[in-house]
């Protein structure tokens, strides 16, 4: 009996049997998060000590204060960087208004200058009067503005020394062809009245039909119904 007993359970046939700990499960837990954390510290020391040895953490403190020295270098480069730009940009502008200026100034010159030069034409033909009183029209000019308007122009002078001042009148004459006839024409209906000081410089334009040809220009000076001086420009 005791025989068929231990043959049994020696073999396939013996019963199963299941080991169990006698350590409850909590303490089981704990001893598992006790073992992690131990690992955790030990790998961090590590990892702390390798730095240490490899001098890695000295070197990364030095460079992050060079880093720091050289992002400050490059923000005042900047800052003055921008300061002139924009002091650039204003003297641009600046020299850009003057240059405007200038232009303008330049302009007015140029229109002063042919002003000048057309006086100065003006003038040159004048020739020395004679005779105690010595008024005369000593330039006339006229010239086609365009198909119906003519411009004249004339000077009177008195030669004289400390000549007295002269009232009187000018009349301005056009005369020339309309369709193969005879035409004339006044600068106004009746003689503009003048006041001569030493000399006077009259000028002004008139309007002619635009199939006429103007031949001839013929300037007065009156004084009353008396002609004081003369002086025709043919064209």
């Known amino acids: 009996m005791r025989f068929r007993l231990l043959r049994r359970r020696l ?3 013996a019963p199963r049997v299941s080991v169990r700990s ?8 704990v001893l598992a998060a006790l073992l992690l954390g131990f690992s955790a510290a030990l790998a961090v020391w590590a990892f702390e000590f390798g730095k240490d040895i490899a001098g890695l953490d000295r070197n990364s403190k030095q460079e992050l204060e060079q880093l720091r020295r050289e992002v400050l270098a490059l923000r005042t ?7 002139v730009a924009n002091t650039s940009d204003s003297q641009l502008i600046s020299e850009r208004a003057t240059q405007a200026q200038l232009m303008v100034q ?3 010159l140029q229109a002063d200058n042919e002003l000048l030069r057309s006086d100065l034409g003006f003038f040159e033909r004048l020739i020395p009067g004679t005779g105690s009183d010595a008024l005369s029209i000593r330039g006339l000019q006229a010239e086609r503005l365009s198909d119906s308007q003519l411009k004249w122009q004339v000077l009177m002078i008195q030669a004289a020394k400390n000549a007295p001042d002269f009232k009187g009148s000018l009349e301005v004459i056009f005369s020339g062809k309309l369709a193969g006839k005879p035409w004339s024409a006044k600068q106004a209906p009746v003689p503009q009245p003048v006041l001569i000081k030493g000399y006077l410089r009259m000028e002004g334009v008139v ?9 001839n220009v013929t300037a007065k000076i009156l004084q009353g119904s008396s ?3 003369v002086q025709s420009f043919n064209l």
């Open 11 to 13: 073999t396939v046939s």
């Open 22 to 29: 006698a350590m409850p499960w909590p303490f089981r837990w």
């Open 77 to 83: 480069d900047l800052s003055e960087a921008q300061l």
């Open 106 to 108: 330049i302009r007015q």
């Open 207 to 215: 309007n002619v039909p635009a199939q006429v040809v103007v031949e």
């Open 227 to 229: 002609v004081r001086s």
